[in-house]
């Protein structure tokens, strides 16, 4: 059974940085693509960032790009999103996903809130 958990989340000030984790077990993670995706109050879940299999390509959008730096421990099962310069409209639940074979398996979150 696919499972993901994720930590790293807390209070920060603006301007400050984070390192989420996301640990995977259940499937043999270094064959898949991993993503983070984020979720803010009153507001669809979007795509963050993803990271390819042996990590070699990384994509990110537009708005946290320069800022959040995705990477992956295959040897762990993990994945991490390195957040830094964190503004207010980072705030938001962070889950990690993957996708196997028609399934999607996320994790349960972790909140992150960029306040001063």
């Known amino acids: 059974q696919v499972q993901l958990v994720e930590s790293g989340g807390g209070l920060v000030q603006p301007g400050g940085s984070l390192r989420l984790s996301c640990v995977a077990s259940?499937?043999?993670?270094?064959?898949?693509?991993m993503y983070w995706y984020r979720q803010a109050p009153g507001k669809e879940r979007e795509l963050v960032a993803s990271?390819?299999?042996?990590?070699?390509?990384?994509n990110y959008v537009d708005s946290v790009k320069g800022r959040f730096t995705i990477s992956r421990d295959n040897a762990k099962n993990t994945v991490y999103l390195q957040m830094n310069s964190l503004k207010p409209e980072d705030t938001a639940v962070y889950y990690c996903k993957v996708r196997q074979s028609t399934n999607d398996y996320w994790g349960q979150g972790t909140q992150v809130t960029v306040s001063s």
């Open positions: 259940g499937l043999f993670f270094n064959i898949y693509t």
């Open positions: 990271i390819s299999s042996i990590g070699s390509n990384t």
